[in-house]
Each structure stands twice: as C-alpha cells, then as structure tokens.
C-alpha cells in the first residue's frame, strides 16, 4: 500500500514539475515570436495573431488552454499554430533531461538558463538566419552572474570557457568568409562562459559533426546545394544540450585516450 501512495506522489510532483517547466516554454515561445518583430518580451499583454483578442490567464496555460480550446482561439475560432505546444513540451522535456543527468545542485539552473537561450536562439536562427545581440548579452551577463553568485566558476574560469568558445569559430569566421556567421561566434562564446571549456569544446566538435552530417544529407536531397548559407545556431544548441547530458561520461572517456 505504501509503494502505491510513493509512486502516486512522484507521478503528481513530476506531473506539476512538468506543467511549471513547460511555462518556461510558454515564455520562450513568446519570444521567439516577439524579438524578431522588435516587440517587448515583458510588456503587453498576449494577444491572437488573428483577432488580435487580448487573451486571459485561462487561455495561457501551457498545454491544458490548447487541450480545452481544441487549438483554436477564443475569440475568432481561428487555428492556433501547434509550434506552441510544441515548444511547451520540447522546454518541459529538455530542462527535465538536464535535471535528471546534472541532479539538483548549483549548476543546474545555469544550465537550464543556458538551455532557454539557445531554444530561442534555435528556433529564431532557423526561421530569420540571424542571432540577435539582445540574447547574446543576456547570456553573457546573466550566465556570468550566476556562475559567480552559485560560485560555481570564478571570473578566470568564465574567461577561459568564453575564450574555448569564441576562438575556434572566430578562426573559422576570419579564415572561411561565408562559412559562419558572427551571431554564432558570440553565442559560442556565451556557451563557453556557462558551460566551461571542456564542456565547449565537446558542444562544438559535436555541433560541427551534427552540422556537417545535415548538410551533406540535404545536399543529396537536392535540398541545398553546397554554397547555400544554412544556420548553425541549431546544431549549437543540440551539441550543448548532449554535452550537458553525456559530457560526464564522454569526457573522461576521450580524456583517459589522450592520458593513454
């Protein structure tokens, strides 16, 4: 009987954990459609896309509005775009990754900064092909504080990740013009800062492996060709987030060859 009421506990705690994270989503999908339009991400209330109906609390609940709304507005029954749950239960389901391989502890919520930036910075990168400043500062910035705050970095450790980050693709940015943007040079270097420099340089060596593999799969598509420009913010963030899952077991696994 005990294990029923234990297991009915964690099935409660893990299901509101899920729905608090996913407003985290909810809060990153605002922005991804905000910034690009130069609107504030604070200010305003949210509206329909559509009617332009300024919508209520009961109609900004990640997920359960969407349910009983059968994905449509409130106001003019139009469609409401799917990419809102969607991003809602990708931020639910990354944080909660992140919590189960990093645990509970000071750099968790680093992370999970780190984590939201480059879902924004993803998404907007994939659909406008450029990184804005603002997120480039407020990772630099915040990540910083945190890190020094939390204590778990100092500010020589933050300028040595930022410096693993940039220089790479700086040197790749000056020698192959064309070959990456300055947006990606920055948010690298806004990786290395919170990440630390080993787990930058095992984000980008998987980043460029990621990068290059979609690239050559949608050349043979017919997809691109190979000078057609393709954003590299994407394959940034999916090579940080399986540093900060795997990094624990592929680091000193490839640190233990190199030793040898």
Not at 63 to 72: A, C, T
Not at 203 to 211: I, N
Request: aromatic content about 14%.
């Amino acid at each position: 009987m005990n294990i029923h009421i234990h297991t009915a506990d964690k099935v409660i705690f893990y299901s509101i954990s899920f729905m608090l994270i996913a407003s985290i989503g909810s809060f990153i999908g605002v922005c991804i459609y905000r910034i690009p339009r130069g609107e504030s991400i604070v200010g305003g209330r949210s509206r329909c896309p559509h009617c332009g109906g300024i919508l209520k609390i009961q109609n900004l609940l990640p997920l359960v509005s969407y349910i009983f709304q059968k994905g449509r507005c409130c106001y003019c029954s139009e469609i409401i775009s799917p990419f809102y749950p969607f991003i809602e239960i990708l931020t639910a389901a990354v944080l909660l990754l992140i919590y189960t391989t990093a645990g509970f502890n000071k750099i968790l919520l680093p992370y999970w900064f780190l984590a939201s930036l480059l879902l924004v910075t993803a998404f907007i990168d994939l659909r406008y092909m450029y990184i804005p400043n603002g997120i480039i500062f407020t990772g630099l910035i915040g990540g910083s504080i945190m890190k020094l705050v939390l204590g778990t970095s100092g500010l020589g450790g933050i300028f040595l990740g930022i410096f693993a980050g940039a220089f790479p693709m700086l040197a790749i940015y000056l020698l192959r013009p064309g070959g990456m943007g300055a947006g990606d040079v920055k948010l690298a270097a806004v990786m290395g800062g919170i990440l630390g420099w080993q787990h930058v340089l095992l984000a980008l060596f998987l980043s460029f492996f990621l990068g290059a593999f979609a690239g050559i799969f949608l050349v043979l598509l017919g997809q691109k060709g190979l000078k057609d420009p393709m954003p590299f913010g994407p394959f940034l963030a999916m090579g940080r987030m399986l540093s900060m899952t795997l990094g624990g077991w592929i680091i000193p696994w490839y640190s233990s060859l190199i030793l040898i």
